[in-house]
T-cell receptor
């Protein structure tokens, strides 16, 4: 089944404890992206990647890191999480490569709480 | 700043009525337009895409695009309670760019 898989789906952590949210897609998509979604603020893009080894900042990159060493994986790293990073996170992918995102397929979401 | 604007709602319609959801965008060069539906706590799912002026129909859904007015809309005919969700408009601008999402309109279909 074609899908984007995120893990963990739910996580409660404490301030400053490094964590990684994994994202993997099995559709051979070039483009991958991370979003966070907060009430009243809609979907906000954190980072995106046009292809392997190519990553760019989105609208709200502060406090996050990403890497794209393989086409299928795009992990989101929070080096020192803070309570304002409590949010619902979505990974998404699409064909598009250097022409940018096209039709996005989203993962199921990861609900992160930072205490 | 390229923007996509939507009325946040909630838009309440009775069951069986037509729901009309609207979206405006700021970049005249925008090429592709998408509507995603998102149920509470779930991920967005694509329901319609439209690339040229006019109407595009798919079942009970019709997307309408007017590039001169920089306006895209989604009509849902015979609305059902299961259509109650947040509808996100997304726009693809030219070149090497990501999709730009509106904040979404919350639709409530009342039985």
């Amino acid at each position: 089944e074609a899908q984007v898989t995120q893990n963990p789906r739910y996580l409660i952590t404490v301030t400053g404890k490094k964590l990684t949210v994994t994202c993997s897609q099995n559709m051979n998509h070039e483009y991958m992206s991370w979003y966070r979604q907060d009430p009243g603020l809609g979907l906000r893009q954190i980072y995106y990647s046009m292809n392997v080894e190519v990553t760019d900042k989105g609208d709200v990159p502060e406090g996050y890191k990403v890497s794209r060493k393989e086409k299928r994986n795009f992990p989101l790293i929070l080096e020192s999480p803070s309570p304002n990073q409590t949010s619902l996170y979505f990974c998404a992918s699409s064909f598009g490569g250097t022409s940018g995102a096209n039709v996005l397929t989203f993962g199921a979401g990861s609900r992160l709480t930072v205490l | 700043q390229k923007e996509v604007e939507q009325n946040s709602g909630p838009l309440s319609v009775p069951e069986g009525a037509i729901a009309s959801l609207n979206c405006t965008y700021s970049d005249r060069g925008s090429q592709s337009f998408f509507w995603y539906r998102q149920y509470s706590g779930k991920s967005p799912e694509l329901i319609m895409s439209i690339y040229s002026n006019g109407d595009k129909e798919d079942g009970r859904f019709t997307a309408q695009l007017n590039k001169a007015s920089q306006y895209v809309s989604l009509l849902i005919r015979d609305s059902q309670p299961s259509d109650s969700a947040t509808y996100l408009c997304a726009v693809k601008n030219p070149g090497n760019t990501p999709l730009v999402f509106g904040k979404g309109t919350r639709l409530s279909v009342i039985a």
